[in-house]
Each structure stands twice: as structure tokens, then as C-alpha cells.
């Protein structure tokens, strides 16, 4: 169907339309938007109301209309509609804890990929902050969860050609790589070394051709290591706790991709610096244990931290780049600062891109 390109074009006939795919008999005759929440995807919280409630699981009082509602929303278009179609064709498969979907669905004459999700602070979710570091039990617990859907997908043939996520791709190939060689340009990596985010760490770290050499070698040692679905995004901005502690997920960004990926990713990302460097070797093996738990055969502790400690260089060049349209400089500030303490601490510099 034709997707909304501007909030007032969530009208009631078009929500009707949209929600009858999963509540059959459903009918909106009011559409209350409640607010707005630009950002990379625009979130708006809505009120519907309802002549007839169909049928299918109960409506909740508000929504959340997530889609490329913002200026910039045409360059993102492939970002849309992979995350529509984690909670399309990832979501009733994979355990990832993650909001409940009433509509996923894209428009291909437009840039416009949509989701109707279950609106998080009704249930009132503590939301996660990339300027507030979380405590290593709290990490501990989110990576037994990682460690859990990892395993569901380990080296699975569904990857591969004609399976059922032989759609997703890896983080150094397609789309992806058009994306990080925009910001490898000369003038605009200057632009970010420019910014607080580059005074944030060590002047090694400032040469676009180091950091292009060290992407080319994480692509090619992820395009030899088992791969498993990860999430994408785990930075704290993307995670929320449940009421009773339950970690959560949201803003998905699915990679095929092998687990120090995200591992690193996430774990960089969550820690105060302090705690990174005491705990990070504990929580790799809390991460491992996890995976046998789940019946994997993870890599032994020495391989892992290897990984572990090459993996660095890619979070370091997201925050290093990453827009204040999509994170403020605050947070882009704090993440890259943990990423070049983790660097500098680990040796990444020397183990990738020589």
C-alpha cells in the first residue's frame, strides 16, 4: 500500500488499512498524534479510536508510527526497511526481546519502509542512555540474552541463497560499505577529527587511511568467521529494562555478522571506562559460557579476546563519524572516548589496519 511521507497523512482510513493486517475487522475513525520524535527514524506516538476492535490480539491505547518521516529520510531508505523487516520476517522467528508489531510493510515508489509498534513507555520501560554507563551485572545479563538468539541462528544455512535470511547482509558489504566510505572522504573525515568526538581520543587514531585498512580487514575476517543474526545497533540509545530487569531491544538493524561484533559493539558501548578494563575479560567469559549453554562451541578464551580486541576498530569509526542529526555530540563524545580508551588499552591499532 501507499505509505504516509508526512505525519498528518496517518489518517484514519490509512491506519484502518494498515492495522486490518493483523487485526482483521478493525475500523479507526480518529487519529490523535500525541508526539513527535525526530531522530535517523521519526517515532510518533498516536492515539487511535476505534468503531470496531476486530479481531487478533487486543489494540493498545497508544502506538508508536515509526518510518523516514525527516529530511534527510530518502539517503536511509535501505535503513527503513531493514528494520522493517526484522519485525516482519526476523521478529516471529528469533527470540530478541523486542517491541510487539501491529504493521510492517514498504512502499517501493517511495523511500518509505513503515512499522506500527507496541509504544514502550506505556509499560513504562526504563530506556537506556548513551551518557549513562550501565553496571557490569547489567551487561552481564544483556549478553546472556545475546548469547541465546546468537545461538539460534550460529552458522545457520538459512544465511545462505533461498533461506529464510539470506536477505541479511553483513556489515562490510553492499549498502553498508557505501556508507562508510561517504565519511572516509577526505574533507569530511576532517570535519569529524574536527569535532569534541576527535579531541576524545588519541591523535593515532585520526588517519582516514588507517581506519579504511582496518574496516577492509575486519570485513575479511568476518567473511571467514561462522556468522550469527545480530541485532545491528546495540548501543545504549537502542536498549531499555524491563520492570523486573528483563533486558530489552529496539531499533533493530539486523547483520549477518560473527558474535565479536556485536559483543564488542555492545559491550564498549555500555561500560564506564573504569569497569571496561576490569571486567571486560570477566564478561567475555560469562559470554562464552552463555553460548555453551545454548549447546554452541565457541572459540576458547585467548581466540575470543583476540577477536574481541580487533572488533574495536568499527565502533570506534561509527562514533567517530555518526552525525548529530542521528546522535547528539554528547553522546557521539562519550562512545567515542570509551571506543579509543578500548583501542589504545588493547592494541587495536596495531592488529588491524597495518
Known amino acids: 500500500m501507499r505509505l504516509p511521507l508526512k505525519p498528518e497523512e496517518i489518517t484514519p482510513q490509512w491506519l484502518t488499512e494498515a492495522l486490518r493486517e493483523r487485526h482483521p475487522g478493525l475500523a479507526v ?3 490523535d498524534i500525541l508526539n513527535i520524535l525526530p531522530g535517523t527514524s521519526t517515532k510518533i506516538r498516536i492515539r487511535p479510536t476505534l468503531a470496531t476492535r476486530g ?3 487486543p489494540l ?7 518510518g523516514g518521516f525527516e529530511d534527510h529520510s530518502p539517503s536511509l531508505a535501505p535503513m527503513y526497511l531493514t528494520e522493517m523487516r526484522f519485525y516482519r520476517d526476523v521478529q516471529p522467528h528469533i527470540d530478541l526481546p ?3 508489531c501491529h504493521f510492517a510493510g514498504t512502499d517501493f515508489d517511495s523511500h518509505q519502509s513503515i512499522v ?3 509504544d514502550l513507555a506505556a509499560r513504562e520501560v526504563r530506556f537506556c542512555h548513551g551518557q549513562r554507563p550501565q553496571t557490569p551485572d547489567e551487561v552481564a545479563r544483556r549478553l546472556t540474552v545475546m548469547a541465546r538468539y546468537h545461538a539460534q ?4 544455512h538459512e544465511f545462505e541463497a533461498g533461506g529464510r535470511f539470506d536477505w541479511i547482509s553483513g556489515r562490510h558489504e553492499g549498502w553498508s560499505v557505501v556508507y562508510q566510505n561517504r565519511y572516509l572522504e577526505p574533507a569530511v573525515w576532517q570535519s569529524c577529527m574536527e569535532a569534541p568526538r576527535g579531541a576524545a581520543v588519541s591523535s593515532v587514531f585520526h588517519d582516514p587511511r588507517w581506519m579504511a585498512a582496518a574496516l577492509r580487514d575486519l ?5 571467514r568467521s561462522p556468522p550469527c543474526l545480530c541485532h545491528g545497533d546495540t548501543h545504549l540509545g537502542n536498549l531499555h529494562v524491563d520492570a523486573d530487569g528483563s533486558p530489552g531491544f529496539f531499533d533493530a538493524q539486523v547483520a549477518r555478522a560473527p558474535w565479536q561484533f556485536e559483543v564488542t559493539y555492545h559491550l564498549i558501548c555500555a561500560l564506564d571506562l573504569r569497569d571496561r578494563r576490569s571486567q571486560e575479560r570477566a564478561l567475555l567469559r560469562h559470554y562464552l559460557d552463555a553460548l555453551r549453554g545454548e549447546g554452541i562451541d565457541p572459540p576458547d578464551e585467548q581466540r575470543a579476546f583476540e577477536a574481541y580486541r580487533r572488533e574495536v576498530a568499527y565502533g570506534l569509526f561509527i562514533f567517530l563519524i555518526n552525525e548529530t542529526r542521528f546522535q547528539t555530540e554528547a553522546v557521539n563524545t562519550a562512545y567515542t572516548a570509551r571506543f579509543g580508551a578500548a583501542a589504545l588499552d588493547l592494541g587495536t591499532h596495531e592488529m588491524v589496519g597495518r
Request: aromatic share 4%; no cysteine.
Open 60 to 66: 493498545p491505547e497508544t502506538l508508536i508510527v515509526k
Open 55 to 57: 479481531t487478533g490480539p
Open 219 to 223: 570485513g575479511e575476517i568476518h567473511r
Open 98 to 100: 523486542s517491541p510487539s
Open 29 to 31: 475513525t480518529r487519529v
Open 116 to 118: 506500527i509498534m507496541e
Open 153 to 156: 541462528t550460529w552458522n545457520s
